[in-house]
């Protein structure tokens, strides 16, 4: 009967799962393309957490390789095809394209330079291992703590008005099954990044307890800021 709960089924299920949940929160990027589309154009909407959500995947892809990680694989393979599509159509619609395009230079280098350093030549793997993962954990970080500015808002207001409490829920259910997933196959690059953001997401959820959601001034929602969060919770692997 317990033999369901040894450690390679324990494993499977929560790589399913984590998938599943992961490819879920990738679609908060479909959310601002409907509303791009409705308001036809991109403005007031930042293209950048679109490309920074697309490099976080190529480069969890190529650790994910180098691993031999499926589960790390195919998450990324998809949401880097999304986001693919998510800047293609950010890029019809927005007036200043030159500003994207520029960032689309760096990033190509950034991904270039990755696969460059990376490459699989039979030696020095580990070493090559070890500084990717220490790349994708800096840009995850990176990413997770761009809610944490928003905090003064919450503070000055006294609301969360302003923070969407599901998908910060769906961003923490995320980082714990990662989490989980990096201690079973003990993956410290895996751990670090989502313990992390399961921390900052309690933070946040907390602040539900402190402060009421139904007092926000207008002028502290913008609506930037919003849209800005969804991308970056996107990360979380």
């Not at 990324?76 to 994207?100: C, D, Q, S």
């Not at 809610?147 to 923070?163: F, Q």
């Not at 997401?201 to 009421?212: E, V």
Request: aromatic share 12%; glycine share 6%.
């Amino acid at each position: 009967m317990f033999e369901i709960f040894n450690h390679d089924n324990i494993l499977w299920v929560l790589s399913i799962t984590a998938i599943a949940s992961t490819i879920g929160l990738f679609f908060c990027g479909a959310q601002l393309c409907l509303k791009i589309k409705k308001r036809g154009s991109a403005d007031g909407v930042n293209g950048a957490p679109f490309l920074i959500t697309f490099l976080s995947c190529v480069l969890w892809l190529r650790y994910g390789w180098l691993r031999d990680d499926d589960a790390v694989i195919m998450v990324n393979l998809i949401g880097a095809t999304m986001e693919g599509v998510y800047i293609w159509y950010y890029h019809r619609k927005t007036r200043n394209p030159h500003f994207l395009n520029r960032l689309l230079i760096i990033g190509v280098v950034i991904i270039i330079a990755t696969f460059y350093f990376t490459f699989d030549d039979g030696e020095d793997l580990t070493e090559k291992i070890e500084m990717l993962g220490t790349a994708c954990v800096f840009l995850n970080v990176l990413t997770n703590s761009t809610p944490l500015a928003d905090l003064g808002v919450v503070i000055r207001s006294k609301s969360t008005e302003s923070l969407p409490l599901p998908i910060i829920i769906a961003s923490m259910l995320v980082s714990i099954q990662w989490f989980l997933y990096g201690l079973l196959i003990d993956d410290f690059f895996l751990q670090l990044p989502n313990g992390i953001s399961t921390i900052i997401c309690s933070i946040q959820i907390s602040l539900f307890f402190i402060y009421p959601s139904n007092a926000l001034s207008r002028k502290y929602k913008p609506l930037t800021i919003e849209e800005e969060k969804l991308m970056a919770l996107e990360s979380n692997i």
